[in-house]
């Protein structure tokens, strides 16, 4: 009886283990989504001047809806009065620019940028990516 009650606590204690691992995978990555806005924001601010920010936005999860993984996105939208290849060069030490997951660009107003940074997160095959 004794190992019935063992084998049946293990059988139980697997599943329980997985849900909590999914959780706190999932708690990681909102977190880090977070901290990578909040330091782009700063990174923003301290790196142009006169740089007001518009919007904030930030999204964990499969961002693309291809494959099962998990992205933290981060958008902010500032208003600046350097060009735009100004801000590129103000923020080149500190970001790889690529076509599909770092970039600034123009908005319809002038003098408006869009950042947009999205980056794979630390739990990556978590099950928010499905």
């Excluded at 909102?30 to 901290?35: D, K, L, N, Q």
């Excluded at 600046?80 to 997951?101: A, G, I, P």
């Amino acid at each position: 009886m004794k190992t019935m009650k063992k084998v049946l606590i293990g059988i139980l204690a697997v599943p329980l283990f997985l849900i909590l691992f999914e959780i706190f995978g999932m708690i990681i990555n909102h977190a880090s989504t977070c901290i990578q806005t909040n330091r782009l924001r700063h990174d923003i601010v301290d790196a142009i001047p006169n740089t007001e920010i518009i919007s904030v936005e930030s999204q964990t999860g499969n961002t693309t809806g291809t494959g099962n993984h998990v992205d933290c996105l981060t958008q902010i939208t500032f208003t600046s009065n350097l060009s735009l290849s100004d801000v590129r060069d103000k923020m080149d030490d500190t970001y790889e620019w690529n076509d599909l997951s770092c970039y600034v660009e123009e908005t319809n107003k002038a003098g408006e940028y869009l950042f947009f940074l999205r980056k794979r997160a630390p739990f990556a095959d978590n099950i928010e990516g499905h």
